[in-house]
């Protein structure tokens, strides 16, 4: 296959998730109607994860250190030869028919450099949770609110973010998602909501996102601590800031949040997701 056949590339930064790699590639290995690549930067896993994604033949494995999950999707991201860029977290699936959907919607959206749709959330087991509905990109809200828009069913265009030196900011270690979106906002890029559902996010409580809450020792509390400063570092520089105190901003970040927690709840009522009809 050329270069330019290949429509879609899918990233995964992968290190001891034995327990649910195959179901993330077998969401990917089922993919029909598109032609697409599937890079694999794995940092060493002892698990047995490794022996199940040799496995998987639409795979390309490339097994190394890496300074973090960032790091190794940027890898990924330099390395991609698709129109269309995702990534696709190990413990997560796509929907059946997600790919070709993509595919035909960014046909008809020449102007897009973004495409993201809706999600599920499932549990550890894979048992579905809930749907989490999105709408048309508010550049503030992503700000404020937080990263509303889920990573494992967004897809950029290469041509204007990734060939343009638009990468991770590899000092992001929790939410690099949320500062990459305010980012690629901040210069102009266009957000585009199609309204499928086109993946599964798994909760199962060792999420980058989850795993520093509730926990009780000195480090997880300074762990959880340098997490939260990294959505106040993107509320700073990419949002509102009134004042020169700290404290009188965090105070302003409350009554911003529960407004676009407000209008969030609004929007979803106007914007229903579909499941994909293949």
Known sequence: MEDNDINITIVTASYNYVEYVREMLDSVASQEGVSFEHLIFDAGSTDGTL??????????????????????INKGFRAAKGEWVMWLNTDDRLKPGA??????????????????????????????QRTVGIFPFKKLMIAHLGCYIGSTSTFFRK???????HFLNERFKCVMDGEYYNRLASVGKNFTYIPLI???????????????????????KLSLQLHLAESRAIRRFYGWTFFKNDHLNCAVDCVLFYIFRAVRIILRLFYKPKTIVK
Not at 62 to 69: K, Y
Not at 159 to 165: K, M, P
């Open 198 to 220: 086109l993946a599964d996010f798994r909760m199962h409580g060792e999420n980058i996102s989850q795993k520093h809450f509730n926990k009780d020792s000195i480090d997880e």
């Open 159 to 165: 041509a204007t973010i990734l060939d343009e030196g």
């Open 99 to 128: 790919l070709l959907a993509v595919k035909k919607f960014a046909e008809k959206s020449p102007k897009s450099d973004i495409i993201y749709g809706a999600w599920d959330f499932v549990n550890g087991a894979g048992n579905y």
């Open 51 to 72: 022996d199940i994604i040799k496995e998987y033949k639409h795979v390309k494995l490339v097994t190394e250190p890496d300074n973090g999950m960032s790091d190794a």
